[in-house]
């Protein structure tokens, strides 16, 4: 159980290292700001065409006596725009990344250099079509993958009591888990770590796992709160990636001086680091 306070510790300094690093904090906000925008106008269409929607599809309904046609389709648009919620909480994450795809694979190798104990970062060499290629792609496989869970967990939604108490905290759990698959790729990515490599790591820590996404995933349910968390939840999730790998996290006042120094962007705030086992 100590990972679940660990994976929320990496939260918490990924969140540190961005307010200490402003420009990488500024740059960081905007691709999350497109993703939000183009989500927010994707809701409000279904808030407006959903009973609409529904209705169509439900012709059988019509000639349902009051009050239960009403209800039943009442009740199917509220399912659909819960769907569309958790949709867009477990792909949010990989649309912004995908848009900020350039930025975050700097910033994370920004964290790299900083923690690294030689000041490098690893750097996969593959051209940014490559790059925008993979991303893309594992993301799609990962997004089936949580979309199988959800379509489990909104059937299991109709057993009495369960459907009602453990199914909603399990949602959560598995909303955290892929939320960090898709962040820790990030520093993964540029280490030949493929997809089927990152889960089996995730799969061994997952109370690292749920300790770090669970709380994030909790936290994008706020609107605008996910645009001010991601570039610390891609920093954050790079100290994880370096943890699941073994790689040392260098501690101490020399991490911070390099990063002074080579950091361009960096506002030369001192930023406190501690090793993790």
Do not use: C
């Amino acid at each position: 159980m100590r990972d679940l306070g660990v994976g929320f510790g990496y939260l918490l300094r990924g969140q540190r290292w961005v307010v200490r690093h402003g420009k990488s904090f500024g740059f960081g906000l905007l691709p999350g700001l497109i993703t939000l925008v183009l989500y927010a106008a994707a809701l409000a269409a279904l808030g407006v065409y959903g009973e609409g929607f529904v209705t169509w599809a439900t012709p059988f309904a019509d000639d349902w006596s009051s009050p239960w046609g009403g209800l039943f389709r009442g009740f199917l648009t509220a399912v659909l725009f819960a769907l569309a919620l958790l949709l867009a909480v477990l792909t949010f994450t990989a649309v912004t990344l995908l848009i900020g795809q350039p930025f975050y694979e700097s910033l994370s190798e920004k964290v790299d250099r900083d923690v690294s104990p030689d000041g490098t970062a690893p750097e996969s060499g593959r051209p940014l079509w490559h790059e925008l290629w993979i991303s893309a792609r594992d993301s799609l496989r990962v997004l089936v993958r949580a979309l199988v869970w959800g379509v489990l967990l909104f059937a299991l939604g109709f057993v009495p009591l369960v459907g009602q108490t453990v199914v909603p905290v399990l949602g959560f759990f598995v909303t955290g888990f892929f939320l960090t698959e898709e962040l820790v790729a990030v520093a993964l990515q540029r280490r030949d770590v493929d997809l089927r490599e990152r889960l089996a790591l995730l799969r061994s820590r997952k109370t690292l796992v749920w300790g770090f996404g669970t709380p994030l995933g909790l936290a994008f349910l706020v609107p605008f709160v996910a645009v001010f968390l991601m570039p610390g939840a891609v920093a954050g999730a790079t100290l994880m990636a370096r943890d699941l790998l073994g790689e040392e996290i260098r501690e101490g006042e020399a991490a911070e001086g390099t990063e002074t120094a080579a950091d361009p962007d960096s506002d030369g705030a001192a930023e406190e680091r501690s090793t993790t086992s």
